[in-house]
């Protein structure tokens, strides 16, 4: 108790340098954790959105940890500064944005937590952002890259991300938004045991996620019609347009697809085929702890 | 496994997460960088194999918050800027360099993110630098001109140090290299043993190595030099616009105050105005109503022998009377009023119409010498007043307003 009145005093200080910043925060990281989740929790409640379960627990220290992360990084460019006081206004501003987390009971099961943090780390990542197209729909690099009209060099990056993601992308947004091995477990036995009523499940909590996601796109990045998409393959432009909002769009989706198969392509509609792990080497990523982090 | 035990394991996994800090990482090849404003992707940058990448944004709105990642997702760098103001951060991650610079004007904000990959040859000279100055990132100031002004102090200095060394440097090796070049006098030929050969290359290797390292920077410090010029040419242009835009709205606020002042005095004349209509108008329709009875009690065949002025009274309507007509319509400013006056005997007539037209009379009938004139008084102006004046000039013989007016007054 003693330390912890002692850490936060010190963080209440001034920190005047960088290192004094960095050995203060290697020390002060639980207690930062802690104070971040606990303005989470504290904003739930306030909002109507708190239960007292561990799936809201893990919420609020997930998006408490989001938060210490981008405090850690902005604090070192803001030294002299009191670290305490600093977290507490960047919480503040982030919880003033509109809907600032992505919140729905239906998302609090298995499933809903994995499409959730699927998606949420594909705003952050590329790799997990190309890797939606897997997850999603089933497709592999060669139908991504004709869906998306890809040329050589994109695709040689595409296989770069997608080779990353499988080694330990999907290990690490797992992990980071409080998937369990239970979890998955619980995921692909429902998926094995009822698989229509999962599929309507999937396809319904995906459009609620890749919604509330999708905002997060500049505003020139709209949806498109039929005849724009069109025009947009047969000039060749637009490529991280393309990537960003097909993957995260699935009516844009299936129109794309669609322009293609007018031109008399050969791409599938795509489906809603929910994959839970990652292709390795010809085959699923089974073990839970198997790759590296 | 508990809900608790659940949760506690779940928190372990994030601190672990958290003691790998963002942006130490420097097993990642930076690849491609995403750029997030107010933590919204808009735009990537590619960073393969090259040494200097650079992206610019401008948006409408100001920039909060500026954060790189890597394609994996990893948080490598970012700057938040709170309020209307340029802020610049210089990040190294790993052996690379990171710009960021916020610039926040009134009508948006606009980043610029430099990315410089350190070539194998130049790492040592970065991290020579790097040591040497640690805290470049230190951002906030009490204002933007301290900042700027202290920044190019700083940056002057240190461009001037590294001068300095240079010339030492070079003075030293013109030393050595001097006398061996410019040897005059016949030097008998000396033999340069095997070891000090090897000592002077040694020398000369690390003088070459310092002075490779002070040149690396001296561009460095040009580099920043010129940048810090460049925002203080953009703080400039936006304080003179913002300069400005203060006259304009003066200006603004002045012709507006002018406005509302000039409103309530039309206003002020108008309350004041519409009880004189009031009063006008009930004067009319009492001398309406005594004409009409006259008109009603005389035979038909006696009407033409009414005066002129009695029949002109029966046929009048609202609209057609001469004074509430202008009245009405003047009323912000004047009233009209009517009157005689008379001359001094031998006045020339141009001189009695230039004294009419000097008041702006209109002038009416003539009867035996007096001149019905009207003319339009401010509201300042009382007919007394306006009287006496008028009795002053030396023209006028006399000014009467009982002699005949109109029916309204």
Known sequence: MVDRR????????????????????????PHLLNHATTQTRRFLRETGQWGDDVCHEKLALRWGYELVERFLMYGRTEIPCRPLFFLDSLIAKYFSQPEPFCYDKELLSPLGRFLEGLTSRAVISRDALMALFYHLYGFGQSQVAKVLGL??????????????????????????????????????????????????????????????????????????????????????????????????????????????????????????DLRIRPLLNGRLVESYHSVDH | MEPDD????????????????????????PGSLQIFVNHECVGAMECDEATHAVASITQPRAIQTVEIRTASGRLIGSLCAQDLRMKMARLPVGDHVLEISIHNRVDGGSVQVTYHAAKLTMKQATSAIKDAHPKTSRPVMPSRFAQSVWSNVTMMGRAGFAVAILFLVADRLSDRIGPASH???????????????????????????????????????????????????????????????????????????????????????GRAGLGRIDTLAKAERGAKQAAVTLAQAMPADLSGTLPAKVAELTTLSPGSFPGITDSTRDLPTLAPFTFWMSFQENTPEKSIQDLIQEIHGRTGQINAGWYNVEVNLPQSQTPDLFVDALKKMTIVKSVTTSLKTTSAR
């Open chain 1, 6 to 29: 002692d850490v936060t005093a010190r963080l209440s200080q001034l920190v005047m340098t960088v290192d004094e910043y960095e050995r203060l925060m290697t020390e002060a990281l």
């Open chain 1, 151 to 272: 040329g050589t060099t994109e695709t040689q990056r595409v296989y770069k991300n997608f080779e990353r993601w499988r080694r330990s992308g999907w290990q690490r947004a797992v992990d980071e938004v409080g998937i369990t091995r239970e979890d998955l477990m619980e995921i692909e036995s429902h998926k094995r045991r009822y698989p229509d009523q999962f599929h309507a499940e999937a396809d319904r909590l995906s459009r609620i996620v890749q919604a509330h996601y999708r905002k997060s796109e500049p505003e020139h990045f709209p949806c498109l019609s039929r005849q724009q998409w069109a025009h947009l393959f047969k000039e060749g432009y637009g490529y991280d347009y393309r990537v960003w909002h097909l993957a995260l769009c699935r009516d844009c989706l299936s129109e794309v697809c669609d322009v293609h198969q007018d031109d008399s392509q050969d791409v599938l509609t795509p489906q809603l």
């Open chain 2, 6 to 29: 659940v949760a506690d394991a779940y928190r372990r996994r994030l601190l672990s997460s958290l003691h790998v800090q963002p942006g130490l990482d420097q097993d990642e090849d």
């Open chain 2, 183 to 269: 040897s005059e006098p016949p030097v008998p030929p000396v033999t340069v043993l095997p070891h000090e050969a090897a000592v002077s290359e040694k020398a000369m290797a690390r003088q070459e190595e310092v002075l490779i390292r002070v040149m690396q920077a001296q561009e460095t410090a040009m580099r920043t030099l010129q940048a810090q010029q460049q925002m203080l040419a953009r703080a400039h242009q936006a304080i003179e616009g913002l300069t400005r835009g203060q006259l304009q709205l003066t200006d603004r606020v002045g012709r507006v105050s002018l406005q509302m002042a000039q409103l309530d005095e039309a206003a002020r004349v």
